[in-house]
């Protein structure tokens, strides 16, 4: 195999005039505010970071380039990745594909759902392997590095990834309790390896990392100027696409270029970057916070071309978010009258006869709750999500279908009930292999007993 190209870095431009020196003429343009331009920086770099670090800290225990395949269902204990689901099984893989390409191969999967899906290091979605879209039939996949041309394997389809670091997330349904052995089984299955030789002009790898010490992927902030260093260290390891060349031109004045380390830059930019980073965060958190009242849909995620804010939200609430047509998700803090949500009120979520989330037969769909950081809580029942697949659930007599959300026990009993912290928390509903991705749950109400 050979490669057809370089992916050129982002180049350094200094913007005249945007640390000092004279004043514009009335005839040029104003320079651009430091910190605004740092603030875009923060929110531009706010998901590969998240992602970078994710990586660092679960490659302490995964090699890359290596399929780990969960035993378990997530629980309370699963805190390296916000908003787990308990639906699936997950296997993940760290690809670095300065090795060379990746075969991922997988058995005959018969009726059972299963996705690989496949992140850049901006966390955008390049491909999906599964169910939906190549089918049930045993089958195997090529993973390349940008650039890279050659013949694969008889019968392998070929999928190029744009970055030369990337994220496999790899969902296996679980029906059941009892069917957790046979999922397992079909999953210790898939297999990966590497089958081609080294790039020899491939980029610098991503910085090694400090087991132990690397910083928290829900912390950005917490970093300071820093944050930006990191995030250099992602634009030298993967040349961003042609369409991000404006902002990255815009926040090369302040040092942000491929490889450089800004927080050691000039008094000037680093005071900029530092409040930068203030503002940029606030911009998250608020976009983050926004909506209105009742469900929040994320109908770009996985694909957020040049919406930075966007991508930032979703690496915030949902690290690893899928295409729409995989699995559509709705997520909520408030009730219908805009209050956030609390367990000690208490919720009913009615679904009339014929409203339940509409997925494709072969989906399904989950109401998941999470703490205000987006992990579970403990619960006595450990019972982290309600959906199609909870044994016992009870229909009303028109066919409609009331879950119960709150800390108390409801009146009704347990068989509809999703136990709930005393304080604030989330809601998340996922459809997997939906039919219509704009569908919009029913609001939580206060529970009718009080």
Aim: contains cysteine; proline residues 13%; glycine residues 10%.
């Amino acid at each position: 195999m050979r490669r057809r190209g370089v992916l050129l870095a982002a180049p350094v431009l200094l913007v005249a005039g945007l640390l000092g020196g004279c004043a514009p003429s009335a005839s040029e343009p104003s320079a651009p505010d430091p910190v605004d331009v740092a603030a875009d920086g923060y929110v531009y770099g706010a998901a590969p970071v998240t992602l970078a670090r994710t990586r660092a800290n679960m490659t302490c225990l995964l090699p890359v380039n290596q399929l780990y395949s969960q035993a378990q269902l997530s629980g309370p204990d699963s805190r390296t990745v916000v908003a787990p689901n308990v639906d699936t099984l997950y296997s993940i893989a760290w690809l670095d594909l300065r090795a060379g390409p990746v075969l991922l191969s997988h058995p005959d999967m018969g009726e059972r759902y299963f996705g690989f899906q496949f992140l850049d290091i901006y966390t955008n979605v390049f491909a999906n392997v599964g169910t939906r879209e190549t089918g049930a039939a045993a089958g195997a996949r090529l993973i390349v590095p940008p650039g890279f041309s050659g013949p694969p394997p008889p019968g392998v389809a070929v999928i190029e990834s744009p970055t030369w670091d990337a994220w496999m997330i790899g969902r296996t349904l679980v029906e059941s309790d009892a069917d957790l052995p046979a999922a397992r089984e079909v999953q210790q299955r898939y297999e990966m390896r590497v089958v081609g030789p080294p790039v020899s002009d491939a980029p610098p790898p991503l910085p090694p990392t400090d087991c132990g010490n690397n910083p928290a992927p829900q912390a950005l902030a917490a970093s300071g100027p820093e944050f930006f260093d990191e995030l250099s260290a992602v634009l030298a390891s993967n040349p961003p696409p042609p369409a991000d060349r404006p902002l990255l031109d815009r926040i090369a004045a302040l040092g942000v270029t491929p490889g450089g380390t800004p927080s050691a830059g000039e008094l000037a930019a680093v005071t900029a970057l530092e409040s930068g980073m203030t503002l940029g965060e606030s911009r998250i958190e608020a976009a983050t916070q926004t909506g209105g009242a009742g469900w929040r849909t994320l109908p770009d995620a996985g694909r957020y071309g040049v919406d930075y804010l966007q991508r930032a939200v979703v690496a915030r609430i949902g690290l690893g978010a899928n295409v729409p047509e995989e699995s559509a998700y709705s997520v909520t803090r408030t009730d219908a009258d805009g209050e956030p949500l609390r367990g000690d009120r208490g919720y009913r979520l009615h679904f009339p006869a014929g409203g339940l989330p509409p997925v494709d037969p072969r989906g399904f769909w989950s109401v998941t709750l999470y703490g205000p950081d987006m992990f579970f809580v403990p619960n006595a029942l450990q019972r982290y999500a309600i959906g199609d697949r909870t044994p016992g659930l009870v229909r009303n007599p028109d066919g409609s279908l009331d879950l119960w959300i709150g800390a108390a026990e409801p009146g009704a009993g347990r068989s509809n009930w999703l136990p709930a912290p005393a304080g604030e928390f989330v809601l998340m509903l996922r459809s997997y292999l939906p039919t219509a991705p704009s569908w919009t749950p029913p609001d939580p109400e206060p529970r009718p007993e009080g």
